[in-house]
């Protein structure tokens, strides 16, 4: 079965330090991972996707398929990366690709 | 253009009560999902749908919940006789691409029943 675990459900930061949100996986196969973020009071929203190996508002992750982990990093947080963040896995092709979520991590980034 | 949305935004049903959940995807999108997200816990995929066809119903918790999209567009979620358990928020996303790549979510509806 696939799964996916956030480890920390909250995290706190100081503004201008490096912030790591963990996110390991399961999956038998090939899975596509992604970082969805919802800020206060507004929609959930892809922040990143493995594919793209793109840098979003300062954010990076790298697929490590050895350890099974997608951890979100940002070598210098802001007041305004505070929100909820959830790692998220699909398969990589197929007819239906839902979303299978973790438990996601509340950032807070202290001023 | 306007994003995905849905109606109500909030309901609250007394334990026993049918209710429909309404999500309107963005124009032209074929795929769109359901999910489910209890308080504290990360979406959980309930339903999908390609056009009007029901491809995947595998996360619908009972058969007290049934989905339809008749007309490829706006779909229904509803749920019959509600149990406490079934408090959550629930997502709709919709996606242009056949196989759901690329979803975009609604505001949600959070159902509260007592």
């Known amino acids: 079965a696939q799964r996916v675990t956030q480890p920390e459900k909250l995290l706190s930061v100081f503004k201008g330090a490096p912030v790591e949100l963990k996110c390991n996986y399961s999956y038998s196969g090939s899975p596509e991972l992604f970082w969805y973020v919802q800020y206060s009071r507004q929609r959930l929203q892809l922040l990143l996707r493995h594919i793209s190996r793109e840098s979003i508002k300062g954010f990076t992750a790298d697929l490590n398929k050895g350890e099974t982990s997608f951890h979100l990093k940002k070598p210098f947080a802001q007041e305004e990366d505070s929100a909820m963040y959830y790692c998220?896995?699909?398969?990589?092709?197929?007819?239906?690709?839902?979303?299978?979520f973790g438990s996601g991590t509340q950032l807070t980034v202290l001023p | 253009g306007a994003g995905v949305s849905q109606s109500p935004r909030y309901k609250v049903a007394k334990r026993g009560q049918d209710v429909a959940l309404r999500c309107d995807p963005i124009?032209?999108?074929?795929?769109l999902f359901w999910y489910q997200q209890a308080l504290g816990q990360g979406p959980e995929f309930l339903t999908y749908f390609q056009n009007e066809a029901q491809l995947d119903k595998s996360g619908l918790p009972s058969d007290r919940f049934f989905a339809e999209r008749p007309e490829g567009s706006v779909s229904t979620l509803k749920i019959q006789r509600t149990q406490q358990e079934d408090s959550a928020v629930y997502l709709c996303?919709?996606?242009?691409?056949?196989?759901?790549?690329?979803?975009?979510f609604g505001p949600g509806t959070r159902l509260t029943v007592t």
């Open positions: 998220a896995l699909s398969p990589l092709s197929g007819s239906a690709r839902q979303l299978t």
């Open positions: 124009s032209g999108h074929v795929s």
């Open positions: 996303a919709s996606s242009q691409r056949v196989s759901g790549y690329e979803q975009y």
